[in-house]
Structure formats: structure tokens, C-alpha cells
Nanobody
Framework: QVRLVEYGGGSVQSGGSLRVSCAVSGYLGRIYCMAWFRQAPGKEREGVAVIDHYGSTAVADSVKGRFTIAQDGAKSTLFLRMNSLKPEDTAMYYC??????????????WGQGTQVTVSS
């Protein structure tokens, strides 16, 4: 059974940096894509960054130039490096996996989330 566990969230001042991580375990098949999403109170869930099994990445315009997604060599941990954080980055951050295909549109496995709070 696949398990995604996020960690590394916390509180930081505006302009600061933080790295959140997601440990991947229990899956024996192919994970086509992994992504970070976030959801702030009262707002819809937003896709932040994605990485496919080839290592190609993409980030949302709202975080471009500030956030970077990466995996370790064994693909057992997903990272999101967040620089120049802004108060509007405050949200619960979730990692998700798409084990369906390489379209990166069907995230059917989710972690429990880690909170990131940015103070002004």
C-alpha cells in the first residue's frame, strides 16, 4: 500500500526559506508523476509543482522563480524548496502521486499535509 508522508513545514518570516519533504513508501509499481499542492483556508486547492518520472518539472506561475521541486536519486523522497516566501504562500501543503499514466492529471494518492505559515 502506497504511503505518502509530508514533513518539514513550519513558520517562517516573509522573505525566508523552507523545504518540505514527502517520504514515499510501499509502492512496487511505477509512479508516473508526483506533485505538490497547497490549500489555504477558504480557498481552492492549488497545484504548485510537478515532476514526472523522466525528471521533467513544472511550477505554477505564482511560485515560479521561488519554488523548486526535486526528488532524491531513489525517488523515495519528494522535496519542495521554497525561497522568498510570502504571506500568501501560507497554506497546507500536500504531496500527491499519479500512478495511472504520464498525463499527470490523476492524482489518486495523497499525503496528510504539512502546514506552512509565513508571517509578514
Amino acid at each position: 500500500q502506497v504511503r505518502l508522508v509530508e514533513y518539514g513545514g513550519g513558520s517562517v518570516q516573509s522573505g525566508g526559506s523552507l523545504r518540505v519533504s514527502c517520504a514515499v513508501s510501499g509502492y512496487l509499481g511505477r509512479i508516473y508523476c508526483m506533485a505538490w499542492f497547497r490549500q489555504a483556508p477558504g480557498k481552492e486547492r492549488e497545484g504548485v509543482a510537478v515532476i514526472d518520472h523522466y525528471g521533467s518539472t513544472a511550477v505554477a506561475d505564482s511560485v515560479k522563480g521561488r519554488f523548486t521541486i526535486a526528488q532524491d536519486g531513489a525517488k523515495s523522497t519528494l522535496f519542495l524548496r521554497m525561497n522568498s516566501l510570502k504571506p500568501e504562500d501560507t497554506a497546507m501543503y500536500y504531496c500527491a502521486a499519479d500512478v495511472t499514466n504520464s498525463d499527470c492529471e490523476n492524482y489518486n494518492i495523497w499525503g496528510q499535509g504539512t502546514q506552512v505559515t509565513v508571517s509578514s
